[in-house]
């Protein structure tokens, strides 16, 4: 099923919704910092609409340093108070503190090889072609949702539930879950293997 605006039907109305669906949902993300970014914001997500994240992704970046990971690492309860603080950003202190915890397990990722590689391997570095032709076709966990989810938990991470996870995917472009008949589907069907991903 699409809208008619040939996009895949979650597009829209709102002009904000349809520029993300357009230029940047399924798009192959493949900096590292960038990744985490959308990783915590998924995870802010959960038991949202993913608009409310949208409209407010500008006030995320500011109350967590540009999403710097290296920065908010070192935060501790002063910085938790604070954000509870900002009616800028979901004051979910579940959600807050388990961001600084987050960006201290992708620190050790990316120490060890980068989060970036940690996470393209799983697809062997080109974005999955599931090719589904309606969007009751999407699943919303796979099992290697369910595996990277997994892995995720045991290096430190909070809210990266395998339904978390696959949203992460799509957004990021590990799997190409336009559907086929969408604008975007064709343009994002091609992908290959990233050039810079480590054997």
């Known amino acids: 099923m699409e809208n008619q605006t040939g996009r895949c039907a979650w597009a829209g109305p709102d002009p904000i919704y349809l520029d993300y669906h357009d230029t940047e949902w399924g798009v192959p993300e493949y900096d590292s910092r960038a990744l985490w970014e959308k990783l915590i914001l998924d995870g802010f997500q959960a038991g949202l609409s993913w608009i409310t994240i949208l409209k407010k992704r500008d006030n995320f970046r500011k109350a967590f340093a540009g999403f710097d990971p290296h920065i908010v ?12 603080g900002d009616t800028g950003i979901i004051r979910h202190r579940g959600k807050i503190e ?11 990722i990316e120490a060890q090889g980068g989060f970036d590689q940690f996470l393209w391997r799983y697809v062997d570095g080109a ?3 599931p090719n589904h032709k309606t969007m009751a076709d999407v699943p919303t966990q796979t099992p290697l949702s369910q595996q990277i989810s997994k892995d995720l938990k045991a290096a430190g991470f909070k809210f990266c539930g395998p339904t978390i996870i696959y949203a992460f995917m799509e957004a990021t472009g590990m799997v190409n879950d336009h559907i086929t008949s969408c604008r975007c589907h064709a343009g994002l069907s091609s992908g290959s293997a990233h050039p810079h991903l480590r054997p």
Do not use: F, Y
Request: hydrophobic residues 40%; charged residues 20%.
């Open 73 to 84: 690492a070192t935060w501790g309860e002063d910085e938790v108070q604070q954000l509870l």
């Open 98 to 108: 388990a961001t600084i915890g987050n960006a201290r397990a992708w620190q050790k």
């Open 127 to 129: 974005p999955l072609q």
